[in-house]
């Protein structure tokens, strides 16, 4: 059974910075490309970072390009988001997700909540 | 950036309906779109990938079409269980953007 389970989210004040982890099983996690997406209270989802099965292929959106830093640990079956100089506006519960074979993201964690405020 | 537009925003309507959701896309994208559901307080859910094929374990009643830029998912006969929020995602540039989203609601 494929399961991602994401942790490393808390309360962090503004320009802090915290690192999400995300602990893969049941599949070869270092043949699937992986992906970070998150939602803000009340929101819909947000694309949030992507990397390639090989780590050659990095992607982030605009709004988080220079403070955010996806990574995986293939030995440890780990996907990893470095997040840092924090807003208020990244307050969201963060979901990482498989890309699947047929261009999706088949399967997705529960989620950690990271929340940014003084 | 692919910007995506669904319509409509909210949806509210009965057990037994069908039902039609659309995404536009400001650009062409093939086939490469992706549609998933959404309880509260739950992760989304795959329910079809490449625009048409239904992920493994989803209902029937669930359909999806359309290449381009526009695209549909369709429920034949609403359950009580689909009562939730669906989401569009394109997947073709470097960004895998999504719609914000269809809540569908009780009638």
């Known amino acids: 059974e494929v399961q991602l389970v994401e942790s490393g989210g808390g309360l962090v004040k503004p320009g802090g910075s915290l690192r999400l982890s995300c602990a893969a099983s049941?599949?070869?996690?270092?043949?699937?490309?992986m992906n970070w997406v998150r939602q803000a209270p009340g929101r819909g989802l947000e694309w949030v970072s992507s990397i390639s099965s090989d780590s050659n292929y990095i992607y982030y959106p605009d709004s988080v390009r220079g403070r955010f830093t996806i990574s995986r640990d293939d030995a440890k079956n780990s996907l990893y988001l470095q997040m840092n100089s924090l807003r208020a506006e990244d307050t969201a519960v963060y979901y990482c997700?498989?890309?699947?074979?047929?261009?999706?993201?088949?399967?997705w964690g529960q989620g950690t909540l990271v929340t940014v405020s003084s | 950036d692919i910007q995506l537009t669904q319509s409509p925003s909210f949806l509210s309507a009965s057990i037994g309906d069908r039902v039609t959701i659309t995404c536009r896309a400001s650009q062409g994208i093939s086939s490469y779109v992706a549609w998933y559901q959404q309880k509260p307080g739950k992760a989304p859910n795959l329910l079809i990938y490449?625009?048409?094929t239904l992920h493994s374990g989803v209902p029937s009643r669930f359909s999806g079409s359309g290449s381009g830029t526009e695209f549909t998912l369709t429920i034949s006969s609403l359950q009580p269980e689909d009562f939730a929020t669906y989401y569009c995602q394109q997947l073709t540039s470097y960004s895998d953007t999504f719609g914000q989203g269809t809540r569908l609601e009780i009638k």
């Open positions: 049941g599949f070869t996690f270092s043949t699937y490309n």
């Open positions: 997700a498989r890309a699947g074979d047929g261009y999706s993201y088949d399967y």
């Open positions: 490449a625009a048409s």
